[in-house]
């Protein structure tokens, strides 16, 4: 990596997007306070969402994004969060996140949106934040592995530039990459 890093995202950071159905909806990096609201979120989408998004730690290879094990540090590790208003309340809808792969220049990323808010450009917009992140963080490629059963992340990604090939002769799992650095 290039030695820069960013010990916490830059004060303030978030942004008001309006989504495809003209929902705003509020994106900023997860913070500790976010981390009960974090689990309740992931506990609460579908199983096939939840069995795409951590495809990573259930094959191996790869390290899994599971929040358990990933505190977020701004830098090796970071993740958005995207929030709406419900109920007086703020309620998270979206995450996607990145882990560094240890003694490489890679990270791997993923994505998760609540059923509710799918296909509203929310996964693209996070994927962007969190794209943006890792540039400035010096990583030179992002990578995502999964099911090749998983046509929404197959279409999200080739959206934001990512190739995509099979791992080996294994049809069953995909892994896409984004080079980071020019």
């Not at 008001?16 to 500790?32: D, F, H, Q, T």
């Not at 701004?74 to 419900?86: G, N």
């Not at 309340?89 to 990270?107: M, T």
């Not at 943006?132 to 992340?153: E, H, K, P, T």
Request: hydrophobic share 40%; proline share 3%; glycine share 8%.
């Amino acid at each position: 990596m290039n030695g820069q890093q960013t010990a916490q995202p830059l004060a303030g950071e978030h942004w008001v997007e309006n989504l495809e159905n003209g929902s705003a909806v509020l994106i900023r990096p997860l913070r500790e306070e976010d981390r009960e609201r974090d689990k309740r979120f992931l506990s609460t989408i579908a199983y096939e969402s939840r069995r795409f998004r951590f495809i990573a730690a259930l094959s191996g290879g790869l390290p899994g994004l599971d929040t358990q094990c990933m505190p977020v540090d701004y830098h090796r590790c970071m993740a958005y969060v995207a929030l709406v208003h419900a109920d007086g309340k703020l309620q998270q809808i979206g995450v996607s996140r990145y882990a560094g792969i240890a003694g490489s220049e890679r990270c791997e990323c993923a994505v998760a949106v609540s059923e509710d808010w799918q296909r509203k450009g929310l996964g693209r917009r996070l994927m962007q934040h969190l794209i943006a992140a890792a540039r400035r963080n010096g990583f030179q490629c992002m990578v995502s592995r999964d099911l090749a059963s998983n046509y929404a992340m197959h279409r999200l990604v080739k959206t934001l530039g990512f190739t995509s090939r099979y791992l080996g002769g294994d049809v069953s799992e995909i892994l896409h990459e984004l080079e980071l650095q020019p």
